[in-house]
């Protein structure tokens, strides 16, 4: 049990040896209980966690119900306060305990009408002391309540298992296992010597203050646990999300918002990513510039150059294949990177962008306001590795003016 009681209506009849070893064996539990109480007081200092603050709540109402239970039995005869404070603060305990196990597994916060428990509890632990003067019957009772509350808070633990498990856990729901079948096998031995009216304690509850503080210590122990371990699995969420905005943030910085194209920051972070001289990236890359778009802009208003812009973009994106890298390269500029493609296939699939954009059922019917059918002029040029890539994207801009010169026609080399 919580606080260990002998099976006597008090100690006042028990010889003066063994009556002391109960005051130091109670004693010593008094501190233990102290210390994780204590500590559990300490982490609620830097640790938001309701949980936490409802455990710390229970351990200290543990150390107000043994410091009656030890002062109940130095008083003779004893006194019926003291030991309904020592039923009630065990009651709450228990009861706190559960409440924390409840917030633990499923976040429940303790609601206004769970205080109205304490109250029933006043009322169960007065009626305890006052329906028999002999201890053994108040507190045969008192420990199938308690045990009871224990158990309930083991099964609410288990149940959470699949969502919170980890070591502290099951350290907790171990502890909270034994100290409900401590309490339980108690009810039977205090049954028992109410029934037979023994003149002497039993042997072995001498030494069930020791087996109770163990079993406490594991309790508090489990409790520390289980809040650390939901740091690390918060601290872990948080790390997750901020992972995920930086790459949010990546994707905004090195994507061109009108034609969701990359942008030449991201073709930065490619070579540097790449070291600047990676021999696994070869190809052909391929500069297309948007016909008379100032003629657009100029006649139709931005409106129009931008949904020029938009169109090109999705005609090239038609032609290219889904590993290939499209870059809006200046205003009216598009780079295309096609690794493991040759020239001539290059070529040839940027031959049908102008015809796509010729099509008359294209948003917009081409180059706005009725204009002629949108096009482009290209430039397509080879390279062997990622350092050569600046070389030749300078030929295939060279090509495209080339081209751009003659009319709206294919370059290449």
């Known amino acids: 049990m919580i606080g260990q009681a002998p099976a006597l209506d008090s100690l006042a009849a028990t010889p003066p040896a063994v009556a002391e070893l109960t005051y130091v064996s109670l004693v010593i539990q008094w501190v233990g209980i102290l210390v994780i109480g204590g500590l559990l007081l300490f982490l609620t200092q830097s640790i938001r966690r309701r949980f936490l603050d409802l455990w710390a709540a229970a351990w200290c109402c543990l150390v107000v119900a043994l410091g009656a239970l030890y002062f109940d039995f130095r008083e003779d005869p004893p006194l019926h306060l003291l030991r309904a404070a020592y039923f009630l603060g065990e009651y709450a305990f ?60 083991c099964v609410t633990l288990l149940r959470a298992r699949g969502r919170q498990g980890g070591p502290g856990l099951i350290v907790m729901c171990a502890a909270l296992g034994l100290l409900a079948l401590d309490f339980c096998h108690y009810v039977p031995v205090f049954l028992a010597a109410a029934a037979r009216g023994y003149t002497r304690r039993f042997a072995y509850l001498n030494y069930t203050s020791a087996v109770d503080l163990i079993l406490e210590v594991v309790l508090g122990f489990g409790m520390v646990m289980l809040t650390m371990e939901s740091l690390r699995k918060e601290s872990e969420k948080a790390n997750r999300e901020l992972q995920q905005a930086l790459q949010r943030l990546e994707e905004i910085a090195s994507t061109d918002p009108l034609t969701s194209a990359l942008n ?38 931005h409106v129009w150059g931008d949904l020029a812009i938009r169109q090109v973009a999705t005609a ?98």
């Open 94 to 153: 228990a009861f706190l305990v559960l409440a924390g196990c409840r917030s633990a597994a499923s976040g429940a916060a303790l609601t206004r009408a769970a205080w109205l428990w304490l109250p029933v509890g006043a009322a169960v632990a007065l009626s305890l002391t006052w329906v028999s003067d002999d201890f053994n019957v108040g507190f045969a009772f008192h420990a199938a309540i308690v045990g009871a509350l224990l158990a309930v808070a």
């Open 264 to 301: 030449r920051h991201a073709y930065r972070s490619l070579l540097a990513g790449r070291g600047g001289a990676g021999p696994d990236l070869a190809g052909c890359v391929a500069i297309a510039d948007v016909n008379r778009l100032k003629e657009i802009n100029d006649r139709d208003g």
């Open 316 to 413: 090239i994106r038609s032609v290219i294949r889904a590993d290939d890298l499209l870059f809006r390269w200046g205003g009216d500029e598009f780079l295309v990177i096609l690794q493991s493609l040759d020239e001539e296939e290059a070529r040839r699939r940027f031959g049908r962008v102008n015809e796509l954009l010729a099509e008359p059922a294209r948003e917009g019917g081409g180059g706005g306001g009725g204009s002629a059918p949108l096009s482009v002029s290209f430039g397509v040029a080879p390279f062997g590795r990622a350092a050569a890539l600046d070389a030749a994207i300078e030929r295939a801009d060279a090509l495209m003016y080339e081209g751009k010169r003659g009319g709206p026609v294919t370059a290449g080399g």
